[in-house]
């Protein structure tokens, strides 16, 4: 599978588990307003995220790449 191929794969399981936090708050209460405001905060805000974007080329151009703190 190309790298390309790869990252549009995990970017579209981010947005199934960001769509799984909205179902679990809207349809059985899971978590209140905030929780659900925070917990997706975080996860658009995570590093494979950013990089997975910024590799099929979602940002502009001139935008830099995430730091990579761990070596993905």
Avoid: S
């Avoid at 659900?36 to 790449?65: N, Q, S």
């Amino acid at each position: 599978m190309t790298d390309i191929k790869a990252n549009t794969w995990a970017i579209c399981d981010w947005v199934a588990e960001a769509q799984a936090m909205l179902h679990d708050h809207l349809e059985g209460g899971r978590f209140t307003a905030d929780e659900i405001v925070r917990k997706l905060a975080a996860l658009m805000k995570e590093e494979g995220l950013l990089r997975a974007m910024w590799e099929v080329g979602y940002f502009p151009p001139d935008t830099p790449p995430p730091i990579t703190i761990a070596g993905n």
